[in-house]
């Protein structure tokens, strides 16, 4: 059974503006970058333990995926 990923507001402002600054200079590498972004974000649904504790944080059910150098940061319920 997969699991349900929301995506925040806010998670969805951030990919836009990553995207849209990137592609300033190179619009394949942003839309690859997007869509990568967003294809290990969904991953979550079906692997939702895929990700690492998140260190700063003392609970274990939030969890993070990193991805160059951004990191998608969610909770496991």
């Known amino acids: 059974m997969a699991w349900k990923v929301i995506v925040s507001p806010s998670a969805n402002a951030d990919l836009a503006n990553i995207v849209a600054y990137i592609s300033r200079r190179n619009a394949p590498a942003a ?16 692997f939702p333990e895929i990700g690492r504790t998140v260190p700063e944080y003392k609970n274990k059910l939030l969890r993070e995926i990193i991805v160059r150098s951004y990191r998608v940061i969610y909770h496991v319920r």
Do not use: K, P, T
């Open 31 to 46: 839309e690859r970058l997007g869509n990568l972004l967003i294809d290990r974000a969904e991953s979550i649904a079906r």
